[in-house]
């Protein structure tokens, strides 16, 4: 069974979020859990942005030991030096660098030719492995670029001393198959390519970034980035929940495994919500308010005789609580009375079906009922008794 990385970058592309702004104590604290869910790198910031960004990532760098903890710096060589002042704490120091490699990223933003880009991106990894044993490159939006330029720059820049090559879908572009295909073609062009990691960064602009990396973990990807919650730039980073949910559940498929402790998914989640403010959708898999919910009396009937008839993921398996029989005016009798059973109710038969043409005539009028409304319904009955 081969291994996947997790390399979470909650802490430097989920942080690029519009309206985001952790303090260095909230980093240093959400590092702390990230370094416990079990992520393999984390990627604590940009430390040339800011004085405050430098000091959260030299903070994160003394303080986790059992993830790699690294930083971004653009290919320049302030960036790379700044870096390793706040990265260098670390056992094997780490550093993540990029330069874009599509053409209009090249024209426009960079005003560079591709040439001048291969020059520019060997010798930032040149002189990236001069201070750091472990150097990352991306290739910012891969997946608008010439494929062969990027198999030239990705060879160029392996023979350089890159250790880890990233392929991002900066902006959200690639398909499934497309970004799998962009994954097999490089692991059959690039020499030496399977010497390095081969690393997943995808976008959320189509919905399809977990697609996307569950896709390229199936061309031979070894490393998977993303954030917590999905939060990230615009429409955010692959939720990496999702991600190593998905390879649990479906080991059987993927045949990997990432070494998450997935108990403390919930925690991680909640946490980051907390901190950054960024509410998590109730429908969100895995960690939304609803991931456990059942509210349809065919449901909530199939959940009591065996869970398994409506829920593949347990709730303990990602540290929720439990699972929920929300009552609604979709629910039927038996998830009603079972409920009943655990507020402590024990009625006869007649009693429990007249309580329950009340409960549904109460549900037809009240979006949400609450124990207090159960309460009352199940109460009258028993005083009718
Ligand atoms: O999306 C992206 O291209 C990035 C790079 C800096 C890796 O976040
Ligand atoms: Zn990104």
Not at 197 to 211: E, F, I, P, T, W
Not at 307 to 333: C, D, F, N, Q, W
């Amino acid at each position: 069974m081969g291994k996947i990385d997790i390399f979470d970058t909650t802490l430097r592309d989920g942080e690029q979020s519009a309206g985001i702004n952790l303090n260095t104590a909230e980093k240093v604290e959400i590092a702390r859990q990230l370094e416990r869910f079990g992520v393999a790198v984390i990627e604590a910031g940009f430390p040339a942005s800011s004085h405050g960004d430098f000091e959260a990532v030299k903070q994160i760098a003394q303080t986790v030991k059992n993830s790699t903890v690294t930083g971004l710096a653009r290919a320049v060589q302030s960036d790379i030096l700044t870096s390793f002042e706040a990265l260098k704490y670390g056992e094997q120091p780490h550093l993540h660098t990029f330069i874009a490699t599509s053409p209009i990223h090249m024209e426009y933003k960079l005003k560079k030719t591709p040439d001048q880009v291969v020059e520019i991106a060997v010798e930032s990894v040149k002189l990236a492995k001069k201070y750091f044993p472990l150097v990352q490159w991306s290739a910012e939006d891969a997946t608008r670029s010439n494929k062969e330029f990027l198999a030239r720059i990705i060879t160029e820049v392996i023979k350089a001393g890159a250790t880890t090559i990233n392929i991002p879908d900066t902006v959200g572009y690639a398909t499934p198959s497309e970004y799998g295909a962009l994954f097999h073609y490089l692991r059959e062009t690039v020499p030496g390519i399977e010497k390095v990691k081969l690393s997943a960064h995808c976008h959320d602009d189509l919905g399809l970034a977990v697609a996307n990396s569950l896709a390229a973990i199936e061309n031979g990807a070894t490393q998977i980035e993303g954030t917590i919650n999905g939060i990230g730039e615009r429409a955010g980073n692959a939720a990496l929940e999702e991600i190593a949910v998905a390879l649990k559940i479906r080991g059987d498929y993927y045949q990997t495994e990432s070494g998450i402790v997935l108990k403390e998914t919930k925690r991680t989640s909640q946490l980051v919500s907390q901190l950054t403010g960024v509410i998590i959708q109730p429908n969100k898999a895995v960690v939304g308010k609803n991931a456990f919910a059942h509210e349809s009396g065919i449901h909530q009937d199939g959940m009591l005789k065996n869970p398994e008839t409506y829920e593949i993921i347990t709730p303990a398996m990602i540290g929720e609580v439990s699972t929920e029989l929300v009552l609604g005016k979709h629910s039927g009798r038996h998830a009603f009375i079972s409920r009943a059973k655990q507020m402590g109710f024990e009625l006869t038969n007649e009693n429990y079906a007249k309580a329950f043409v009340a409960f549904k005539d109460l549900a037809d009028r009240k979006k949400e009922i609450t124990e207090e409304d159960l309460f009352v319904l199940l109460t009258d009955q028993q005083v009718q008794a």
